[in-house]
């Protein structure tokens, strides 16, 4: 039933992102290849998935979130393109195919990149709110996502502390699941405690999910994950294994399943996919 779920959200989220492609009539025709090839790779759809999610928890009906939905994908990916640089994690592989640099070079890669974080706000602003458009853009920013690519960078090489590395995470991957599911309940007009409810459940699946991908780089499949495993070795970086070991990081990571679901305690069954999905993200092998 969640993978049934996931994958209907899923084909919407992909749906809406090529009939905004098509908008694009002005750009060079490189440039919609390069963002195609990247946009369209597969990928779990997860923050698409959520955002649309937490709509529907609120109202019932997922459209109020489906700008969020694309905007969200749109600068996942455009972070996936860059994190594969030389300059960063210089991997040849993602979702099973040759990275984006791998086909089309350095400098169109980083142009892709960079077109799909501009015209995600683009996209976003056909919500018509704009807290969302802000809260979206804090994610993405300095103290967000591209902070923690900053502070996982510098800490190359370092064994960074239990709480520092939260901090890492909650920034480098965190701060954009906890606003795909904000961007979505905010937009269904969700009340202050609705609200309260799913940022809490965000914020703890956003943790599981980091946790399980740290997991899945010692223990996880090159076939299933679509990329070369033990790159965060490879590359010194502190994970949770790495810190508390394999038995240990999974404990953590069933306590923020457990939180996750405890958050949800105010919703009955409309909120049941939001259950299905924490525990999915730890047992996942991709």
């Given amino acids: 039933m969640l993978q049934q779920w996931l994958k209907e959200k899923g084909q919407k989220t ?29 990928g779990k759809r997860l923050r698409p998935a959520l955002a649309l ?3 529907e928890i609120i109202l019932g009906d997922d459209r109020p979130a489906l700008p969020a939905a694309c905007a969200l994908e749109m600068i996942h990916t455009y972070s996936l393109i860059h994190d594969d ?5 210089n991997d ?10 791998k086909v089309h070079g350095d400098a169109i890669a980083i142009l892709a ?18 807290a969302v ?27 960074l502390e239990l709480d520092a590395l939260r901090r890492l995470h909650s920034c480098k991957t965190g701060a954009l699941i906890r606003v795909a599911v ?3 309940a905010i937009l269904a007009g969700a009340t202050t405690d609705q609200l309260d409810a799913l940022t809490r459940y965000g914020e703890q699946i956003g943790l599981a999910f980091q946790i399980a991908d740290d997991i899945l780089d010692v223990v996880g499949t090159e076939e299933n994950l679509g990329k070369p495993i033990g790159s965060d070795i490879a590359n010194d970086k502190s994970t949770y294994p790495a810190l508390l070991g394999l ?13 996750a679901l405890e958050a949800l305690t105010p919703f009955k069954q409309e909120a049941d996919m939001f259950r299905q999905l924490a525990p999915y993200i730890v047992e996942r092998d991709k």
């Fill in 14 to 42: 992909e749906q809406a992102l090529d009939a905004h492609l098509t908008t694009w009539t002005g750009a060079p025709e490189l440039l919609v290849d390069a963002v195609r090839y990247s946009l369209f790779a597969g």
């Fill in 53 to 55: 999610g937490a709509a």
């Fill in 85 to 89: 640089l030389p300059a960063m994690d």
């Fill in 92 to 101: 040849d592989l993602r979702r099973g195919r040759p990275t984006l640099h």
């Fill in 113 to 130: 990149g960079d077109a799909l974080l501009t015209m995600a706000f683009d996209v976003l602003a056909d919500a018509n709110n704009i």
């Fill in 133 to 159: 458009v802000k809260e979206v853009a804090q994610a993405a920013g300095g103290a967000g996502m591209v902070g923690g690519q900053v502070i996982d960078l510098q800490s190359e090489g370092q064994h």
């Fill in 182 to 184: 904000r961007a979505g």
């Fill in 247 to 259: 038995d240990k990081s999974r404990q953590l990571a069933q306590q923020a399943v457990d939180a």
